[in-house]
C-alpha cells in the first residue's frame, strides 16, 4: 500500500505556469512507474506523463514540450511543471503509482482569463 497526495493545483492564466507535486508515503517509491493522468468535466480520465523508476519518461502528444515530469526518490516526490497553460489543461490532475495502480485525491487545475 502507497498513499499519494497531490499539491499545487489552482487558478492561472492561458499562457502561465504552475507546478504540481505528488508525494508518497513510503520509500518503495523509488521501484514505481509514476504518472500524471488528469479528468475534465464529461470526459475520461486521460494519461498527461509518466516516468520510470529509472527515468525514462512518455507524454500526451497534447502537452510535449510544454509540461515536464520529474522525480526526487530521496524526497519520495514526483513533480509536473506545466507551462504555457491553455483553457484546454483545465482538470482535475491525478497522481498514480503502478504496479498496485495507487492513486491520489486529486488537485484542481483551471486555466481561465
Known amino acids: 500500500q502507497i498513499q499519494l497526495v497531490e499539491s499545487g493545483g489552482g487558478l492561472v492564466q492561458p499562457g502561465g505556469s504552475l507546478r504540481l507535486s505528488c508525494a508518497a508515503s513510503?520509500?518503495?517509491?523509488?521501484?514505481?512507474?509514476m504518472g500524471w493522468y488528469r479528468q475534465a468535466p464529461g470526459n475520461q480520465r486521460e494519461l498527461v506523463a509518466t516516468i520510470t523508476s529509472g527515468g525514462s519518461t512518455n507524454y500526451a502528444d497534447s502537452v510535449k514540450g510544454r509540461f515536464t515530469i520529474s522525480r526526487d526518490n530521496a524526497k519520495k516526490t514526483v513533480y509536473l511543471q506545466m507551462n504555457s497553460l491553455k483553457p484546454d489543461d483545465t482538470a482535475v490532475y491525478y497522481c498514480?503509482?503502478?504496479?498496485?495502480?495507487?492513486w491520489g485525491q486529486g488537485t484542481q487545475v483551471t486555466v481561465s482569463s
Open positions: 513510503r520509500s518503495i517509491f523509488v521501484i514505481y512507474t
Open positions: 498514480n503509482a503502478a504496479p498496485g495502480n495507487f
